[in-house]
């Protein structure tokens, strides 16, 4: 933009309307700037100023033209068409873009260099620290994880810290921005903040040392009584009534509010927080809290739901605290549970009662544990047959609120991956030999400091079991899908893998499910210096999530000796057709049970509440319009329709096989 110097007869007008200067040699105007909508304003330092021509329509229908009103401006670059009206102390050191509403507003500086959040520590899952993850404008939930698990390699976390600090500096200045159509409204002190574009902040009590990374794509909205103090808020959040956050990094489309208080966390992509409070809590993709009486401490979790009055303990009064725990992916607490850290539960698990005993059930996922008499009941596998379990992971990919084309997270949704079946059959092999060894006949079997009935450890084998099968042979139709076949060999040839990347172990790094090797590999690069700037690893996370089903199906090649006996490199069509009919027999099972489960939500029992009044035909009548029929409920047309297709899918796979057995 071409700026000049003002003349001698615009700044006697100026000063006609109140105006004042320190020096009007140091206020330069864009071409076109006329001086009819600038009053009782003070100019201080270098400022320059861009055209008022434009007009705000405000709620209610009431206009207010662009320009300037009972406001102090001391190193400020206005763009066009701003309104900036009653600043009760001043604005400093700011570049404001165009089309920008402020009002109301206690004080708006830059005090010296800042890095706007960038480069703050957070102490993430051990309060007395250890643990620091440092935050920034491109953090993604899988870098923090690196940055705060991690630490049995000091040189990867030198390295990471060293990046991160480089970036912090780079965007460090003495000069804040507030982006372009951005309002703010009635808000008390904002300090040391950088601003994107088209935020709207209404009402904030204080804002310190922070970024609001907000565009045109995905707005972020700050309201009424939040107070933010070392921090990054990520595109297409809303922080809202009274939410108060100190050293937190919020990432893409979170919400907060309603008085949620959180320090020293993490909180990722689509994360909602309510009512309660988080310390030190690292918190994964979908990590969801609402409730007043529910504290999050030291914890790490994702695709997580807290339940109201859900509680645990880092620290046992001997040595602070210093403890920390892990509910993996997809793992719930039901309402007034209690984990005493440290402890760790398995992917999507359901969490009920209190427990004391420090648990550790990686891998028997899926399961439930269950307090009774101060003592953990684990039932393996069960959660594979609840509706809950299948409606979540329906819902997480429609509830992604993140709008912005430039994703810091790279999610994976899949309920069955390499990641949680790896585990299943690690979960199987143990309950195998755990009842190897205490006979098949005892009636609890005790596994760590939890206990398994007779009747759960076998159920668990088979839930697992079916499961596996599930997964395996989803992995061989889609690998075998619309090709005709004529030879055992071009079978061979066909399900051999692209890349033996992924034959190993798999990690799910918050949200991110990789071959371990990979994971390995991008921070060996980093320890070498090859890979130092935080875009670049990004880039290495988003090439690990496009190429997951490659990858995957390299690891469901390796198992298909492991689980079924079959050599893949010399499997026949006959080979494929008894996979095939163990995965249908497996699909259509587990969903029988989706159904059965699903039933007990029309039952009698689930209709206590309803026809409070009335006869049993009344409170069935009432419970209908409510909920619906059974037979009519989208989840269950969906379960029915599923099995149609599966088993449609299966047969047309085994009647292609059919059309080349015998043919070497």
Same mark, same amino acid.
């Given at each position: 933009?071409?700026?000049?110097?003002?003349?001698?007869?615009?700044?006697a007008?100026?000063?006609?309307?109140?105006?004042?200067?320190?020096?009007?040699?140091?206020?330069?105007?864009?071409?076109?700037?006329?001086?009819?909508?600038?009053?009782?304003?003070?100019?201080?330092?270098?400022?320059r100023?861009?055209?008022?021509?434009?007009e705000?329509?405000?709620?209610?229908?009431?206009?207010?033209?662009?320009?300037?009103?009972?406001?102090?401006?001391?190193?400020v670059?206005?763009?066009?068409?701003?309104?900036?009206?009653n600043?009760?102390?001043?604005?400093?050191?700011?570049?404001?873009?165009?089309?920008?509403?402020?009002?109301?507003?206690?004080?708006?500086?830059?005090?010296?260099?800042?890095?706007?959040? $960038?480069?703050?520590?957070?102490?993430?899952?051990?309060?007395?620290?250890?643990?620091?993850?440092?935050?920034?404008?491109?953090l993604?939930?899988?870098?923090?994880?690196?940055?705060?698990?991690?630490?049995?390699?000091p040189?990867?976390?030198?390295?990471?810290?060293?990046?991160?600090?480089?970036?912090?500096?780079?965007?460090?200045?003495?000069?804040?921005?507030?982006?372009s159509?951005?309002?703010?409204?009635?808000?008390?002190?904002?300090?040391?903040?950088?601003?994107?574009?088209?935020?709207?902040?209404?009402?904030?009590?204080?804002?310190?040392?922070?970024?609001?990374?907000?565009?045109?794509?995905?707005?972020?909205?700050?309201?009424?009584?939040?107070?933010?103090?070392?921090?990054?808020?990520?595109?297409?959040?809303?922080?809202?009534?009274?939410?108060?956050?100190?050293?937190?990094?919020?990432?893409?489309?979170?919400?907060?509010?309603?008085?949620?208080?959180?320090?020293?966390?993490?909180?990722?992509?689509?994360?909602?927080?309510?009512?309660?409070?988080?310390?030190?809590?690292?918190?994964?993709?979908?990590?969801?809290?609402?409730?007043?009486? =529910?504290?999050?401490?030291?914890?790490?979790?994702?695709?997580?739901?807290?339940?109201?009055?859900?509680?645990q303990?880092?620290?046992?009064?001997?040595?602070?605290?210093?403890?920390?725990?892990?509910?993996?992916?997809?793992?719930?607490?039901?309402?007034?549970?209690?984990?005493?850290?440290?402890?760790?539960?398995?992917?999507?698990?359901?969490?009920?009662?209190? *427990?004391?005993?420090?648990?550790?059930?990686?891998n028997?996922?899926?399961?439930?544990?269950?307090?009774?008499?101060?003592?953990?009941?684990?039932?393996?596998?069960?959660?594979l047959?609840?509706?809950g379990?299948?409606?979540?992971?329906?819902?997480?990919?429609? /509830?992604?609120?993140?709008?912005?084309?430039?994703?810091?997270?790279?999610?994976?949704?899949?309920?069955?991956?390499?990641?949680?079946?790896?585990?299943?059959?690690?979960?199987?092999?143990?309950?195998?030999?755990?009842?190897?060894?205490?006979?098949?006949?005892s009636?609890?079997?005790?596994? *760590?400091?939890?206990?398994? /009935?007779?009747?759960?450890?076998?159920?668990?084998? /088979?839930?697992?079991?079916?499961a596996?099968?599930?997964?395996?042979?989803?992995?061989?139709?889609?690998?075998?899908?619309?090709?005709?076949?004529?030879?055992?060999?071009?079978?061979?040839?066909?399900?051999?893998?692209?890349?033996?990347?992924?034959?190993?172990?798999?990690?799910?790094?918050?949200?991110?499910?990789?071959?371990?090797?990979?994971?390995?590999?991008?921070?060996?690069?980093?320890?070498?210096?090859?890979?130092?700037?935080?875009?670049?690893?990004?880039a290495e996370?988003?090439?690990?999530?496009?190429?997951?089903?490659?990858?995957?199906? =390299?690891?469901?090649?390796?198992r298909?000796?492991?689980?079924?006996?079959?050599?893949?490199?010399?499997?026949?069509?006959?080979?494929?057709?008894?996979?095939? /009919?163990?995965?249908?027999?497996?699909?259509?099972?587990?969903?029988?049970?989706?159904?059965?489960?699903?039933?007990?939500?029309?039952?009698?029992?689930?209709?206590?509440?309803?026809?409070?009044d009335?006869?049993?035909?009344?409170?069935?009548?009432?419970?209908?319009?409510?909920?619906?029929?059974?037979?009519? $409920?989208?989840?269950?047309?969906?379960?029915?329709?599923?099995?149609?297709?599966?088993?449609?899918?299966?047969?047309?796979?085994?009647?292609?096989?059919?059309?080349?057995?015998?043919?070497?």
């Open positions: 933009m071409n700026y000049r110097k003002l003349t001698a007869e615009e700044i007008r100026l000063q006609a309307q109140s105006c004042l200067a320190d020096d009007w040699d140091r206020v330069s105007v864009a071409v076109g700037f006329n001086t009819d909508h600038v009053h009782h304003t003070r100019f201080s330092g270098e400022v100023l861009g055209v008022f021509e434009g705000f329509v405000l709620p209610g229908g009431i206009r207010k033209h662009s320009g300037l009103r009972h406001v102090t401006l001391h190193n670059s206005v763009g066009d068409n701003c309104c900036i009206e600043i009760q102390n001043y604005i400093a050191n700011y570049e404001i873009g165009h089309d920008t509403f402020i009002e109301n507003v206690d004080i708006i500086l830059v005090d010296g260099i800042s890095s706007f959040g $960038n480069g703050v520590e957070v102490s993430v899952l051990n309060e007395t620290g250890g643990r620091e993850v440092l935050i920034s404008d491109k993604s939930a899988h870098l923090a994880y690196i940055m705060a698990l991690y630490r049995h390699r040189e990867l976390i030198a390295r990471i810290r060293a990046i991160t600090e480089f970036y912090a500096r780079k965007h460090a200045s003495a000069c804040g921005t507030i982006g159509h951005v309002t703010i409204l009635n808000t008390g002190a904002i300090r040391d903040v950088r601003i994107g574009d088209c935020c709207r902040i209404e009402g904030a009590g204080r804002l310190r040392n922070g970024s609001i990374n907000s565009n045109a794509d995905a707005p972020v909205h700050v309201g009424h009584g939040v107070v933010c103090d070392d921090f990054i808020i990520s595109s297409g959040s809303h922080v809202d009534d009274g939410a108060m956050l100190s050293r937190c990094f919020v990432g893409q489309a979170c919400r907060l509010g309603h008085g949620y208080l959180a320090s020293d966390s993490l909180f990722f992509s689509n994360c909602q927080g309510e009512n309660g409070e988080a310390c030190a809590i690292f918190a994964g993709p979908f990590t969801v809290t609402h409730h007043k009486s =529910t504290l999050l401490i030291a914890g790490m979790f994702s695709f997580m739901n807290a339940g109201s009055g859900s509680n303990s880092n620290h046992m009064y001997k040595l602070g605290p210093i403890h920390q725990g892990t509910l993996e992916r997809g793992a719930k607490t039901a309402s007034d549970s209690y984990i005493l850290w440290p402890a760790r539960v398995g992917a999507f698990s359901l969490v009920m009662g209190r *427990h004391v005993n420090h648990a550790d059930t990686t028997l996922p899926f399961s439930y544990l269950i307090e009774q008499n101060n003592t953990t009941f684990l039932a393996p596998a069960v959660n047959r609840s509706v379990t299948i409606r979540d992971a329906q819902k997480w990919p429609k /509830r992604d609120g993140r709008t912005d084309p430039c994703k810091l997270d790279y999610i994976n949704y899949n309920l069955l991956s390499p990641y949680t079946v790896q585990k299943m059959l690690k979960g199987r092999d143990l309950l195998q030999r755990l009842r190897h060894a205490s006979g098949e006949l009636d609890v079997y005790s596994f *760590h400091s939890a206990k398994i /009935r007779n009747s759960a450890l076998v159920k668990g084998i /088979r839930l697992y079991e079916t596996i099968h599930k997964f395996l042979g989803n992995s061989v139709i889609k690998h075998l899908e619309g090709i005709a076949f004529h030879t055992d060999k071009e079978i061979q040839d066909r399900l051999r893998p692209d890349t033996s990347i992924g034959s190993g172990e798999w990690v799910d790094i918050s949200g991110l499910i990789a071959p371990k090797s990979e994971v390995d590999r991008l921070m060996d690069g980093i320890e070498r210096g090859d890979i130092d700037r935080l875009k670049d690893i990004n996370f988003a090439r690990m999530h496009a190429n997951y089903y490659t990858y995957e199906w =390299t690891w469901a090649y390796d298909l000796q492991e689980f079924y006996g079959i050599d893949p490199r010399q499997a026949t069509a006959a080979d494929i057709i008894r996979i095939v /009919r163990q995965w249908q027999e497996a699909v259509v099972g587990l969903d029988r049970m989706l159904y059965e489960d699903a039933k007990k939500e029309f039952s009698m029992a689930s209709m206590t509440g309803f026809g409070v009335g006869s049993r035909a009344e409170k069935e009548q009432d419970f209908e319009q409510v909920r619906g029929f059974f037979e009519s $409920n989208p989840f269950v047309t969906a379960v029915l329709k599923h099995i149609e297709v599966k088993t449609a899918l299966g047969d047309e796979l085994i009647g292609r096989m059919e059309a080349v057995e015998g043919n070497p």
